[in-house]
């Protein structure tokens, strides 16, 4: 009789190589490091330290206690679409039909049935780097290959070449993924960048993948970074990956949604049927809820993230052991320490002498080998203290 | 330029095929054309009438309360595995890990991740039809091929031809789907018939996908049907698929489980990673409140679908015109009209001329084309109505 281990490998063995060989997240390698130490300030997850506001838990509460609790529409229920549409009238100042919008289990559901639209087995895909890695593992997953085109971090920007990134198109290359914001860098693509990457993917007929999911944590003049509707005409294929997650501290809930020319949605429709078959309807009353009632939230999060961005920039920034660019965008400082090249022994040294957690940049694809993410999305005091202990450490 | 429809259906047509042509469900089409008709007893759908019990409510709206609506354990709470191992203790009167447990955004997506496990492209999986067709779905979607193996309608009852399954294990069979008791003909594999499937299994190498989701909705002597759980050895390859939504009426919540060898363990968290991310806490602590305090209420739904079953049996067994197996298991009265070979148009007339929604079993794959599906987890007096409106159809 075999040995346990031996015939648990062979079970292990018995699965789709795809799915055996998913890459398992750096972040949670970090993450389970630090986890648990006394007094560490945890900064490697994309999320805020504030709960969801108390009237959008509400209004799943009220739904709850009326015994909304039966299948629903699996595209969304039509208060939460016609609610989506009039949000995106008041962001982009013009109007947006309900039909566009299907409702998924978080971003990431978003994300997966977008993959699952334009690429599988034989098919490439994309992703300028660094970038967050579940899109990657997600197309990949499903059978299709990524491709990483590495941006560049000069003067304290990052950069993407758009000349790298078209000399990486093949016969096989069905889509581009563009997030912006981005996370971890930071990264806005300008209104002549989208336009040209528009430009390529029609060229080549290729989709675009848009995840604007950080599009309004922005610290200039504007409201919200430029977007791909800002350009497109409604035929061009893209489609749009969103979240509540971020924007309303409701990162737990797993609610987001796709936005798509209606004539994707019988396909969309199916897709989540045979995914998830659809939100719960209290879920998505509190989504309701956060859409017609949560600008003033999202508008204070914006502020004491930009407060904290300052904080960092101006406290960290004076080290000349520190390399990063200076963030427009999203909610995270992505940065280097010169004489470290390695991302994960950085983070673990930084765990267990400065009771910092952060994300190593091997997580985030090539470019990002040297780097750490820190969100600050938190606290302004403990911002403050990492400065502090961050400081103390390089000395 | 293009007319617009011209440009929708090439927009429509660059999507990837698997996506493109999953096919729309069967049930829903019957469901459109009956939608809204006053005084129509709707019994499509695989759902009870009754909400989710206040105590599983109340858990959630606690939690949600407590400011639990941050990102958690891809694998789900500790809470709740062991809460699901408890559960399965007291079923199988054996012990369970907690770490063979993971909790899922619905049965649906169990199926999803199992599916993604064990096939892609190239790859072929049997399935016993009549069969709920949001398995063989999500298998091809995934891009392999399901192959359908008829089961047989003799002497009110549903027989699964073992010689006829094997027969069609090719090189490529990767895994057979097992539904038992089985949504829609309610027919339960015996233990004997479990132990050659599972033979077929290991002397192919081929995983079993388990879908014993109406285990406990039984009408005999026993308190569930027999499962793999008590044949099995450890290492088998089996996938069990399971949710809430059936015990315990949360089929809008969108919750359940995979239950595997704990060696599947960080595939099985990736997967859900990059799919959905996980399983809101507030949802997992109902889930938690269900298993420790659900039994009476599971029993009282099964005491009240064998009433109803008892009821339809009784009440349209005596017509001539009806073909059907006795109802051993699940909660779905499957049968046949004579003269009526195409079940969407008996469902479109049964709609308009009996004021009952069924579902049409040309959704259920081959074999199931004559036949109907009647969902009867509903109220005793629907039931009875129904009968005497399709007694009256029926002439």
Known sequence: MPSQDIRSDALLNALRAEARLAPTS????????????????????????????????????????AGETFYTHQ??????????????????????????????????????????????????????TPAWPNFAAAVEVGGAKTVAVRMDLK????????????????????????????????????????????????????????????????YGEEKRAPSFHDIMDEHDRILFVQTFSKNWAMTGWRIGWIEAHPALGDVIENLIQYSTSGVAVFMQRAGVAALERGDGFVEHQVARAK???????????????????????????????????????????????????????KAFGPGAEKYLRLCFARRTDHIEETVRRISAFLG
Chains 1, 2 share one sequence.
Not at 163 to 187: E, K
């Open 26 to 65: 750096g972040i949670g390698e970090a993450r389970s490091y630090g986890m648990g130490r006394e007094g560490l300030i945890p900064l490697w997850v994309g999320e805020g330290d504030l709960p969801t506001p108390s009237f959008i838990s509400e209004a799943a509460t009220r739904s709850l206690a």
């Open 75 to 128: 595209r969304g229920i039509p208060e939460l679409r016609q609610a989506l549409a009039d949000y995106h009238a008041r962001l982009f100042g013009r109007p947006f039909s309900p039909e566009r919008f299907f409702v998924t289990g978080g971003g990431m559901q978003a994300i997966q049935i977008a993959a699952r639209m334009v690429a599988g087995a034989g098919d490439e895909v994309l992703v300028p």
């Open 155 to 218: 003067d304290r920007a990052w950069t993407l070449d758009l000349d790298r990134l078209a000399a990486a198109v093949t016969p096989r290359t069905r889509a581009i993924f563009v997030n912006s914001p981005s996370n971890p860098t930071g990264w806005i693509a300008s209104r002549e960048e989208q336009a040209a990457l528009l430009a390529l993917a029609r060229k080549h007929d290729l989709w675009i993948v848009a995840d604007e999911i950080y599009g309004r944590f922005v």
């Open 307 to 361: 407060t904290n961005r300052d904080i960092l920039e101006n406290g960290l920034g004076s080290s000349n052991r520190i390399s990063f660019a200076r963030t427009n965008g999203a909610f995270y400082f992505f940065f280097g320490v010169e004489g470290f090249d390695d991302s994960m022994a950085l983070a673990k040294e930084l765990i267990d002498k400065a009771g910092v957690g952060l994300a190593p940049g």
